[in-house]
């Protein structure tokens, strides 16, 4: 079983900052990719970004350039910096992590943090 767990969401005034944590507990072999969707109400769950242990990324158009992710792989930890946040970047975003099981069998399970609500006033 695997567990993520997610802080620092919150309200912000446009043109503010949050950081994002997930941090993934339980036992397994490793996680590739491991990142952050989000979701408004009437849309569908978007990549916002995401991370590959070698270091590879990708970002949403919409976000380039104001939000990074980073990880910590011996945490089992994936941040995402919010720079400049806009009022459209309003939704709840969520951690996904992509798990690989322990050896021999190394099958992939994806698992969803519970959701950080994260609102950009004008």
């Known amino acids: 079983q695997v567990q993520l767990v997610e802080s620092g969401g919150g309200s912000v005034q446009a043109g503010g900052s949050l950081r994002l944590s997930c941090i993934a507990s339980?036992?397994?072999?490793?996680?590739?990719?491991m990142g952050w969707y989000r979701q408004v109400p009437g849309k569908q769950r978007e990549l916002v970004a995401d991370?590959?242990?070698?270091?590879?990324?990708n970002y949403a158009d919409s976000v380039k350039g104001r939000f990074a992710i980073s990880r910590d792989n011996a945490k089992n930890t994936v941040y995402l910096q919010m720079n400049n946040l806009k009022p459209e970047d309003t939704a709840v975003y969520y951690c996904?992590?992509?798990?690989?099981?322990?050896?021999?069998?190394?099958?992939?399970?994806?698992?969803w943090g519970q959701g950080s609500q994260v609102t950009v006033s004008s």
């Open positions: 996904k992590a992509v798990v690989i099981s322990n050896p021999p069998r190394f099958r992939e399970n994806e698992y």
């Open positions: 339980g036992s397994f072999f490793g996680i590739n990719p």
């Open positions: 991370m590959y242990t070698g270091g590879r990324t």
